[in-house]
């Protein structure tokens, strides 16, 4: 089964956010990507609002429930009390805990589930007694015994940052041979019962590599790379077109 596309929109919300106008509109386009066929739309609300406002969330969900019920919504962020607040009030299907400082431009590594096993194990709990499909950030560099933690916690999935893949994107051998790495990291996460998921600078030309060294992908989240294509390609095309490299068929 290919991986399913979801639609980051942090993005497209950037863009509208440097000026005090409703466009780019962050609905409009997660409906045409939907129509196109994503499976789902992530969004990264931060405690500063500088990508996805708390205000566009019910719009997405709305949008979700009366249009498009088969797909999911996805929140990820930093497991603070406002973000789980967020998640308690807009009810996404899947909930992605990230390790990430506010401060950070963007996500740029998983979990130390060591030193966080605690504070997952907590948070996870809360948030699957609300029924939600919970997924962790993590590395990529097949520690079996950090996996064992992430699995101990709760959650249903990890997600496998995959920035430093994307970032070999003009060095094809180290490009194998991180990914890979990522798919032995995701043979030892399946063997826990831990499904996975993927995301970080992911690309049209990246995708079928890592999708061949992971066979059992579960998801994608795309936001900087797919809005890019957008700008060449739309919207619609640009979904069509990373759906092509998951492997499923257009």
Same mark, same amino acid.
């Given at each position: 089964?290919?991986?399913?596309?979801?639609?980051?929109?942090?993005?497209?919300?950037?863009?509208?956010?440097?000026?005090?106008?409703? $466009?780019?509109?962050?609905?409009?386009?997660?409906?045409?990507?939907?129509?196109?066929?994503? +499976?789902?739309? @992530?969004?990264?609300?931060?405690?500063?609002?500088?990508?996805?406002?708390?205000?566009?969330?019910?719009?997405?969900?709305?949008?979700?429930?009366?249009?498009?019920?088969?797909?999911?919504?996805?929140?990820?962020?930093?497991?603070?009390?406002?973000?789980?607040?967020?998640?308690?009030?807009?009810?996404?299907?899947?909930?992605?805990?990230?390790?990430?400082?506010?401060?950070?431009? @963007?996500?740029?590594?998983? $979990?130390?589930?060591?030193?966080?096993?605690?504070?997952?194990?907590?948070?996870?709990?809360?948030?699957?007694?609300?029924?939600?499909?919970?997924?962790?950030?993590?590395?990529?560099?097949?520690?079996?015994?950090?996996?064992?933690?992430?699995?101990?916690?709760?959650?249903?999935?990890?997600?496998?940052?995959?920035?430093?893949?994307?970032?070999?994107?003009?060095?094809?051998?180290?490009?194998?041979?991180? =990914?890979?790495?990522?798919?032995? @990291?995701?043979?030892?996460? =399946?063997?826990?019962?831990?499904?996975?998921?993927?995301?970080?600078?992911?690309?049209?030309?990246?995708?079928?590599?890592?999708?061949?060294?992971?066979?059992?992908?579960?998801?994608? +989240?795309?936001?900087?790379?797919? @809005? =890019?294509?957008?700008?060449?390609?739309?919207?619609?095309?640009?979904?069509?077109?990373?759906?092509?490299?998951?492997?499923?068929?257009?």
């Amino acid at each position: 089964m290919p991986a399913k596309l979801s639609v980051n929109l942090n993005a497209v919300a950037m863009l509208r956010n440097r000026r005090d106008l409703p $466009w780019p509109s962050v609905t409009a386009l997660g409906r045409i990507a939907l129509e196109a066929g994503a +499976s789902g739309l @992530t969004v990264h609300p931060r405690p500063d609002q500088r990508h996805v406002r708390f205000s566009d969330l019910q719009p997405i969900r709305d949008l979700i429930d009366d249009e498009f019920s088969e797909t999911e919504f996805n929140m990820e962020g930093y497991p603070n009390e406002e973000f789980l607040r967020l998640v308690e009030t807009h009810e996404p299907e899947q909930v992605t805990l990230v390790p990430d400082d506010p401060a950070q431009a @963007t996500s740029d590594h998983g $979990w130390d589930f060591r030193k966080n096993h605690n504070l997952l194990g907590s948070v996870v709990g809360r948030l699957k007694k609300k029924g939600f499909r919970v997924s962790l950030f993590a590395d990529g560099d097949e520690d079996t015994e950090a996996l064992r933690i992430a699995k101990e916690t709760g959650a249903d999935r990890i997600e496998l940052y995959t920035g430093p893949y994307g970032g070999c994107y003009d060095d094809p051998e180290k490009a194998e041979t991180i =990914a890979a790495a990522l798919g032995r @990291t995701a043979e030892i996460a =399946a063997s826990l019962g831990l499904e996975v998921n993927a995301g970080h600078d992911l690309t049209v030309a990246n995708l079928p590599l890592l999708a061949k060294h992971i066979p059992n992908l579960a998801e994608v +989240s795309i936001g900087h790379g797919l @809005t =890019a294509d957008a700008l060449e390609y739309g919207m619609a095309e640009s979904v069509r077109r990373f759906r092509r490299a998951c492997g499923q068929t257009v």
